[in-house]
């Protein structure tokens, strides 16, 4: 048996965003399905630092391969060392036999899926009429979710905001230049949400709340991503007060995403939260009601996200012959 290696370059010229979406959407209806064994993910820090690496891991029944994630971050001083701040490498695992299949760069993987989760929910949740979207921050994230949104639904106007000015000039021009779309930058991230019918919140989640309820217009779909670690925090708490709750995993989102905050003051209680998004995908659960509802998606990611991602690009490697095979014993 031979264990295919894939760089990060290998991986990317994998990529098809809409095959990741629809992975995702399998992915979560096997969620709630009972199809996925799903353990909390395990953090390791350095002692005296924020460098830490994170481990996921998964089974998916349906697709029978078991993943673990790792994710590094925080690691300043390895640009001196020619090496990235954080990196991911995803292991993927015959789930009937054990034997490691496949060994990969996750780069790609953890920035897609997840861009993936966020135009998920804006298909499903967002109002049919909505026409006007806003990005908070600029970074990779910003750009992907913007890649993945545009392909469920068309929006007239993108607002952008960021703490950075350079950076939000940057991710005007470029993203602007790449889709064709009439993007405009904001001055303050009041000025962005206000306008907008989609919100989505893609910071570092460091410095507390970024949007306030009394911004919202009636209707507005919020998608939140930066937050996935306890304290991390983009949306007030009491925006979930009245709005329609729906999370990726409600164990995971109470501990470490935005609801922890609306949970934790007593905002809401868990058994609040509307939905997971797989109940809805399956028909379990409703999706949005009524055109003046507010829905917030909070998505802290999941390992079947990585797991239904990884195995389809593991499949393409092999039939376009992609990949270095190595054989741990014979």
């Not at 979406?21 to 820090?45: C, H, R």
């Not at 469920?152 to 952008?160: C, K, T, Y």
């Not at 930058?185 to 306008?195: D, F, L, S």
């Amino acid at each position: 048996m031979k264990t295919l290696l894939l760089n990060k370059d290998e991986v990317g010229s994998l990529i098809d965003l809409d095959a990741v979406l629809e992975a995702v959407e399998n992915g979560y209806k096997s969620f709630n399905s009972g199809k996925v064994v799903q353990p909390d993910f395990m953090s390791i820090e350095l002692p005296g630092s924020h460098a830490c690496i994170d481990f996921k891991g998964g089974l998916d029944l349906a697709g029978g391969y078991i993943t673990i994630k790792s994710s590094a971050g925080g690691y300043k001083g390895n640009p001196e060392l020619g090496l990235p701040t954080g990196m991911n490498t995803v292991m993927l695992f015959e789930a009937s036999t054990g034997a490691l299949r496949c060994v990969m760069d996750g780069t790609w993987i953890t920035g897609c899926r997840t861009a993936a989760a966020g135009a998920i929910s804006v298909k499903y949740l967002a109002r049919e009429d909505a026409r006007t979207l806003c990005i908070i921050g600029a970074g990779n994230q910003a750009r992907r979710q913007l890649r993945a949104i545009i392909r469920v639904r068309d929006f007239s106007e993108v607002l952008v905001w960021n703490a950075s000015p350079q950076a939000l000039d940057e991710y005007v021009r470029e993203m602007s230049e790449e889709t064709g779309l009439d993007i405009r930058k904001c001055e303050t991230a009041e000025e962005a949400v206000r306008a907008a019918d989609v919100v989505v919140t893609t910071t570092r989640a460091h410095r507390g709340p970024i949007v306030e309820k009394e911004w919202l217009k009636p209707g507005t779909h919020i998608v939140a991503i930066g937050s996935d670690m306890p304290g991390k925090q983009e949306l007030g708490a009491d925006i979930f007060k009245e709005a329609k709750v729906v999370n990726d995993s409600v164990d995971l989102c109470i501990k470490y995403g935005d609801t922890q905050h609306a949970v934790k003051e007593g905002i809401i209680k868990p058994e609040d939260i509307h939905a997971e998004i797989g109940e809805i995908l399956l028909g379990k659960k409703a999706g949005r009601e009524n055109p003046k509802e507010i829905t917030i998606f909070d998505s802290v990611g999941m390992a079947i996200q990585d797991t239904v991602t990884v195995a389809m690009l593991y499949e393409a490697a092999l039939d376009k012959g992609l990949g270095t095979p190595y054989a741990f014993f014979k």
